[in-house]
């Protein structure tokens, strides 16, 4: 028989010049080496004689960042603020289904928020596979480096958020290199959304530094110019009637000039986070409202227009908006043709 | 001659010489074996049926748990068998990361069982000491790369999880020296022993016609002078790359197992200097970036096998189209290695049975599933 890039080797079990006995004195002789060997410590893998262990309550090896042994929830360091925004993928993909995911809901609208109000993960039965850490989109879930949980009690081994809750910074000092990574990788794993909502979507890894200057820019925003702040909410809220195309050009040439007097070049899309959430609320309020008057009005609604005087940077917020307008003049004209 | 009756003894299931929960029904004529039943099933953990309720990526870690002295061999075999289902390509340096673990896994699955064999003739502690403190090493090394020691699920489809860390291959080199010089102390330990010979010479001896009948593979198989090794007669992966020999032995006798096991650790550690030497550098990326983890398989069947250190190991597919495989069989070498158990035992004595059934090497994770 033949065989590719090698040969068959026949195992050859004809025994040496060795008389009898001195088969096991040859034996002992390794023993006896290793013995020898005992009374110094090895720190190198190229040895093959030296004590390899170590004292272990007393002494520990190092681990390295890579270990995984149970998952933790991470949360800003100075805000409290939770990474986590309940989106289940986690509890998806966990073999053994441990995890389980409450999401927080807004008590008044009753919507969705992004957030968990309680993550539970039975210790008992995950299987440390690591498969939560490496989906987690908003790099909230990662593996703790703690492997001494024994405990006479099985219920205690039911982890709630509370006990699950690490902040940042103890992530980063077991996994610094890891953590690198991620916040190097943050930006592009999660795309739009932190743009879109840096406070309420979780990952401050990147932007911990960009959130926290946003916050003091804004409170600085706040302090500073109250007055100039307060209209811009104020004029949306105000006409509970419908808006005919006239009023809503006026209005949005009114909020660009706030903008523009607040001295922050915030496109429109961004316009919500600077505000407080009541105010938020009421500029989405005003969107929605905005955009019915269009609908209604039809085919040749202003917003088609505006795109044109967003600097480019907004091409895509701006394209958006067109495509938006596009869909409402559509459907009027659909209507109409119904009717 | 004086007439003597036959009397029916178990081994097991609880036994400290029966590498887990393994059952072996004796029938002995005094101290000669007339007839040895294996049984087996105290370990069964529902598998197969639970990775049929689980989507192809949950079952990843699922199948460390199947050989858990050689979890990345068996990552191995089903990545591949989900790659081929699916198609997914495999960038180069994957791949020589896989085989690369895989090897070592070779290598401390090896030093194990050889010591684990050695345990059970009585030699209490000596040779096990010095395979555990090789296997150590390695997954000292398994620990860095993937996160954990036995239960790595390092391999995903396309690739691996993550890059080897920086202090990997300096590691791993280190490693490579002392190596030679651990498998020759291991040989000059066993294998002119008088004790070892007298309890391995002419035991257990399984024909080569019979261990083609059992479809044995692996070590015993090649133990038994059967030149066959999945790497040689269908290269998956990148073996077709690497020089290297397949020992064979001639007798299939437990002493021929063991010193197939031992040459293979050097074939094994010839295969990784060849892969230290070929490693792609870091930018052919370990992960194929258009893969998918939560794949779709189309509907069709698949069977992928890989040379695992006790054997073939297959995994067979059935898709439906669906996230979650329909049909999910292991094919675990320990298992059918283990079937023969009862002829290779016949006509020995009793004391003989726990060396036969270490010299297979099995591990009952994989031969219950």
Redesign the interface.
Known sequence: MDIPRGNIIVMDRRRGKLRVGQGLIQGLKVVWDHWAGSFHKNENFSQIHGTFTVEYPDERLPLPQTYRNMPVLLYDDESGHELCTGCYQCQRICPPQVIHITQAKDPVTGKMVPAATEFIIEYDACMSCGFCAEVCPFDSIKMDHVYELSTADRVSLTMRKAQLNRPISYYASIAPDLWAEVQAGAMKKLQGSIKRRPDVIGLAAVLTEKIKARRLELAAAAAAAPAAAAPAPAAPAAPAAKLTPEEKAAKLAAMKATNANKGVAAPPAKAPVELSPADAKAAKLAAIKAANAAKQAGAAAPPAEVPAELPPTDAKAAKLAAIKAANAAKKAAEQGNSE | MLKTEELQINIGPQHPSTHGVFRMLVTVDGETITDLKPVFGYLHRNHEQLAEM?TY??????TDRLDYFNAMANNHAYAIAVEKLVGIEVPERAEYIRVLMVELTRILNHAGALGFLINDMGAWQ?QLA?GM?ER??ILDLF??????RL?C?YFRFGGV??DL?ADFMP?LK??L??MP??VD?ME????????L?QRSEGIGILPQELALAYSVTGPVLRGS?V?Y?IR??E?YSIY?R??????????GDV??RI??RI?EMRQSKRIIEQIIEQLPDAQGGYMNPKARQ?VRPPVGDVYARVETPKGELGFYLVSDGSTKPYRYKVRAPSFINLTPLGDMCRGYKVADVVVILGSIDIVMGEVDR
């Open positions: 689980n990526q949950q079952n990843m870690p699922y000596t010095f403190r150590e090493k620990e860095s790369a993937s996160g954990a239960m699920n999880a993550r860390p590691r280190d490693l020296l002392a010089g651990f102390e000059r330990l066993l294998r002119e022993n008088e004790i010979l002078g030149a090794d040689k007669a290269p077709d690497f020089d290297f020999d397949v020992p064979v032995g001639s007798v002493y021929d010193l197939v040459e939560n």
